[in-house]
């Protein structure tokens, strides 16, 4: 199976809506993204992505304070610290200050390992790379995913995650899981858009 489509995340004027780009014939959208068949060169590729920025969503990083406020809307907690409150209001002092402790020792464990295994998934993800096959200067050339620009040719095969949204301009064969966006567990056939 050989799929090529075209890079179609283009915020520019010259795109006034998605629809131009899903609506219109495959001419009109290479014209439309100042593309051909045969790719981009390098240097308009480099140029897109300088105006555009790279292929990619806001990544994630712990932040401290909203872990540890995760860690204090616990209900065990909650109710933990109200019996300490309550110990106290009835003069049981040292029984409140002994579930105080177990409180302080509660949310300081919970905040640590949590901190450390987000720390530790973001780490991951940072060391993840896709990469995908484009047509850049008349040849398909392996790139990172997050140098995929609007305009740009990509060829997918089967296995390869689809690094942007895409317009078809080929396809034989094509099935894309989209499990994850609608749930559904059957693979989904994609064919080529003719017309308008």
Do not use: W
């Not at 209001?89 to 949590?114: D, K, Y």
């Not at 993800?125 to 620009?149: C, I, K, P, Q, Y």
């Amino acid at each position: 199976m050989t799929v090529t489509g075209s890079a179609s995340r283009v915020p520019s004027v010259a795109v006034s809506t998605a629809s131009s780009v899903t609506d219109g014939s495959l001419c009109e959208v290479l014209e439309l993204l100042h593309s051909t068949a045969e790719g981009l060169t390098s240097a308009e590729a480099a140029t897109r992505l300088a105006t555009y920025g790279p292929n990619a969503v806001r990544s994630h990083h712990p932040v401290a304070l909203r872990l540890l406020l995760r860690q204090l809307r616990s209900p065990v907690l909650v109710l933990l610290a109200a019996t300490a409150v309550l110990s106290a209001f009835l003069g049981n002092g040292t029984e409140s200050v002994i579930i105080g402790l177990i409180l302080v020792a509660s949310v300081g464990l919970g905040f640590t390992n949590e901190y450390r295994a987000e720390r530790a998934a973001a780490g991951l993800h940072d060391l993840l790379r896709h990469t995908t096959l484009v047509r850049r200067d008349g040849t398909l050339r392996r790139v990172d995913v997050t140098e995929v620009v609007p305009g740009d040719v990509v060829q997918l095969s089967a296995g390869v995650l689809v690094p942007a949204d895409l317009r078809l301009l080929t396809a034989i064969g094509l099935e894309c899981d989209e499990a994850v966006l609608t749930g559904e567990s059957e693979a989904a056939e994609k064919a080529v858009q003719t017309s308008a």
